[in-house]
């Protein structure tokens, strides 16, 4: 192509950015950083920063075949916009729209040359012939009124209108004369950069607030005020911890006469990384490493996906356990299923049957509809009181409606709700905030057609049940305090010893035992089986003790053993567990009969709810809970196969610090971190590790390190990191039992993670957050590189056995005698 009357000055960098130009895959660099007044792009054309950091040209969304301007990261492998000019009117033909600067403005027009986007700069035709646009390595587009940077005046600028991406160096802005303020907005969906409904923004009230906002309009998360002393946010401390951990990024407020606004950037003007609005409605703090070649979440905000507002959509309900997080409610499916598959739910759900006042408005108001009943959720908002005196009252005040859409009756009265649901979330487990609503449907959406006195009916006979399980709780509870009398700390309950001594018939039944001590099933009164725990090297005190106790207790989560309650009577410690039926995931994985393996499905299942508990334990709670001990033996099932981590909590029980290697430090051999004797302290990084050599065993159903008939040691982990790392067959790694019977790549995917957390620098290992994204399928996760340690035990037969003498043998870590290590 050529371009004419190039300024002289300019030519010499032409020459210089001509290789890296030619380098890129799809996109032409016909300048340097600048579009002149005599320079136009269009088609695979794009110009980039003085530095080689940012990218400007056309780009495709998704699978779709509309195109737009916008800046993307030059050095970053995967592509990742972040400003984008025409969101709202995308092009259809790059070769015949054009970007120019047009009448002293930078102007977009389309293949019908209509112009679709402008900086709409009122210039002058006195400096209109010297306006240039220039790409900086900042990642701002500026329009300026001549080549040179110092003297020129800046007529636009892309940081004073950004999209869903706040860049380092950027101003997130209060304009205090408009009382307007600047707003990051998320895309529409994952393939359409459209404003979609959540937007980051300063707070019109307190100005010293960022807020999320659904809709521009209803807030729904706050980061508290900004503290200038130590300058974090009230309500975000992640970002302080980060800050004063790392020492990588500083966040800044400024309040003057016209305008407040916050900025931020990175002592290391090397780190490529950003704040953005994800289309799930989070704030994402995210940084880019090479040499994983991803990017990597380091906080996001809310930190519950259901915590987003509205997230679902009209009559969707929001789950945090499983994906995806958003379903419709019964009766009711998507507006839009092209739109829902793509994770953009804002359209949410209609009525798969209409009502009967709906189809006929003459027709007697509800007299044919039902009522669904929806316990253990979060109510909707904009719900309107009624008095009355009764549920049945409730209820017929709603059928008096034929807006109306639900009603709720509890202790706060009777509440109906005459608009579309929002903001309805499923609890998975007992919590204090449930409620229960009922939604209204179609009679033909019940399998049953029974009338009004069919509900009388059942409501007399569920007040009678009712009765009957009062008096027999009644009666079970006056027999328990005859033989077993525990009292209430707390939330758990204080045994006797004799009590569980009695429970467990002297600990008669052991299950297992390990570093924290020995396992004994037991049977309460009230028939309930339990498994209690003899702790052993307890030397706290009984304030201590009880104290630390009631923490654990307070942790709850669907993948973490329940502790029920405790003993401490001078030295003899004990807890008391829910008992899991199916007992711990070994004598699932590691079968030396002809026993049927676990099925994939499970496995990968076990995987991924074993995540999501270390993800609660590190993340969720107020303080990080370390495990110590990530093993097979200390992932139990239930009756239904759930996952549930056993044993968090006891490290910190038993004295452990982790600021420094101890002479106690605990942990089964082979698990083992290698930060545990390199004298660094010890994180939640440590978990992540064990974690990652549970999972090839997950994969595997054998022990990591095996000898076989010849008397060789082999290492299953580096026969996994040899296959995916040379395209090799994954296929070939899973259990034999399982005949192949299994997804390709999940199998991949989980491998891929396992040698990510078993990196040798902490870290370069995930987040047991990030673990969870990726095994959700909500990252993508690449190849990762060889772990040293891997390559060494590969090369060296004396350090293979040297790894499997400090491994536990499968005779060695059956649950009564679990092997653990101590330097």
């Not at 016909?30 to 940012?54: C, E, K």
């Not at 704040?275 to 994983?292: I, K, R, T």
């Not at 939640?684 to 590790?689: G, H, P, Q, S, T």
């Amino acid at each position: 192509m050529k371009i004419e009357n190039i300024n002289p000055r300019w030519f010499k960098f032409s020459v210089l950015f001509l290789f890296m130009c030619l380098s890129h895959e799809s996109h032409v660099c016909f300048a340097v950083d600048t579009i002149s007044t005599n320079q136009s792009l269009s088609g695979n054309q794009t110009i980039v920063s003085a530095g080689g950091v940012f990218e400007l040209g056309f780009f495709r969304s998704g699978n779709s075949f509309n195109y737009y301007i916008g800046t993307w990261y030059k050095k970053v492998s995967r592509f990742t916009p972040v400003w984008i000019a025409n969101r709202e009117k995308p092009v259809h033909d790059i070769y015949s729209s054009v970007l120019k600067i047009s009448d002293g403005n930078l102007v977009l027009f389309n293949e019908s040359r209509v112009p679709i986007w402008s900086t709409n700069v009122s210039s002058g035709p006195a400096i209109s012939s010297s306006v240039v646009a220039v790409l900086l390595d900042d990642g701002n587009l500026v329009l300026r009124d001549g080549l040179n940077s110092i003297s020129s005046t800046i007529l636009w600028q892309s940081f004073d209108h950004p999209t869903d991406t706040w860049l380092p160096g950027s101003k997130l802005r209060f304009n205090k004369r408009t009382n307007q303020s600047q707003r990051i907005i998320s895309w529409r969906s994952h393939d359409d950069p459209a404003p979609g409904l959540y937007s980051l923004e300063i707070d019109p009230v307190e100005a010293n607030h960022i807020v999320m906002v659904w809709n521009r309009s209803r807030p729904y998360w706050t980061s508290g005020a900004w503290d200038q002393q130590t300058m974090s946010f009230s309500l975000v401390p992640e970002m302080r911890m980060a800050s004063l951990s790392n020492s990588t990024y500083n966040f800044i407020y400024f309040s003057e006469e016209n305008e407040s606004y916050f900025l931020y950037y990175f002592y290391n003007s090397s780190t490529t990384a950003k704040l953005f609005m994800d289309v799930s409605g989070q704030l994402q703090q995210m940084s880019w490493l090479e040499d994983m070649e991803q990017w990597m979440v380091q906080f996001s905000q809310p930190r519950q996906q259901c915590g987003v507002y509205a997230l679902c959509g009209a009559f969707g309900s929001c789950n945090e356990i499983g994906l995806p997080f958003c379903s419709c409610l019964r009766g009711f499916h998507p507006k839009s299923e092209t739109n829902w598959n793509l994770s953009d739910f804002s359209d949410g759900c209609e009525r798969t049957t209409r009502l009967q006042c709906e189809e006929d408005p003459n027709f007697v108001t509800g007299k044919t509809d039902k009522f669904l009943e929806s316990p253990n959720v979060k109510l909707p908002e904009r719900a309107q009181a009624m008095s009355v005196g009764s549920m049945l009252e409730c209820e017929s005040a709603c059928l008096e409606y034929c807006n109306c859409t639900a009603y709720a009756y509890d202790s706060d009265g009777c509440r109906i709700w005459m608009t579309e649901l929002l903001d309805l979330q499923q609890y998975s487990g007992d919590t204090s905030d449930g409620r229960t609503i009922y939604i209204r449907l179609a009679a033909s959406e019940f399998r049953s057609s029974s009338n009004n006195n069919g509900i009388i009916i059942g409501a007399v006979a569920g007040g009678v049940g009712l009765v009957l399980c009062l008096v027999i709780f009644a009666i079970l509870r006056w027999r328990r305090r005859r033989m077993i009398n525990p009292t209430v700390e707390g939330s758990l309950l204080a045994f006797g010893y004799r009590d569980l001594q009695s429970a467990t018939k002297n600990f008669s039944e052991k299950l297992g035992g390990g570093g924290f001590g020995s396992v004994f099933k037991g049977r309460l009164p009230d028939s309930s089986i339990i498994a209690v725990k003899q702790l052993e090297g307890i030397s706290q005190g009984e304030k201590q003790f009880r104290s630390e106790v009631s923490t654990i207790g307070t942790v709850q989560h669907v993948n973490l053993v329940r502790l029920r309650g405790f003993c401490s009577e001078g030295m003899r410690k004990l807890l008391v567990y829910d008992y899991m039926p199916n007992g711990s995931l070994d004598a699932h994985l590691f079968l030396e009969d002809n026993s049927k393996p676990l099925a994939w499905k499970t496995r990968y299942q076990i995987a991924l709810g074993t995540a999501r508990g270390l993800t609660y334990l590190h993340e969720k709670c107020r303080d990080c809970i370390i495990h110590c001990d990530i093993k097979p033996e200390n992932i139990l099932l239930d009756a239904e196969l759930c996952p549930k981590v056993a044993d968090f909590g006891l490290a910190k029980l038993i004295g452990r610090e982790f600021s420094r290697v101890l002479t106690t430090m605990r942990g089964t051999r082979g698990y083992i971190a290698p930060e545990w004797i390199s004298g660094v302290a010890i994180t939640a990084k440590a978990d992540v590790y064990s974690y990652g050599m549970m999972l090839f065993e997950i994969v595997s159903g054998r022990r990591n390190s095996e000898q076989n008939e010849e008397g060789k040691v082999g290492f299953f982990p580096t026969s996994v990191a040899r296959a995916i790392t040379q395209d090799g067959d994954v296929l070939s790694l899973l259990d034999p039992g399982l005949n192949e019977d299994a997804p390709v790549d999940e199998i991949s995917r989980i491998c891929k993670v396992a040698c990510w957390c078993v990196q040798d620098d902490e870290t370069h290992r995930p987040s047991m957050g990030q673990v969870v994204q990726i095994l959700e399928g909500v990252l993508d996760v690449n190849v990762p590189p060889v772990p040293r340690s891997l390559l060494v035990l590969a090369n060296n037969t004396e350090h293979i056995i040297f790894f499997t003498e400090s491994s536990s043998s499968p005779s060695s870590q059956t649950p009564s005698n679990s092997s653990n290590a101590s330097s």
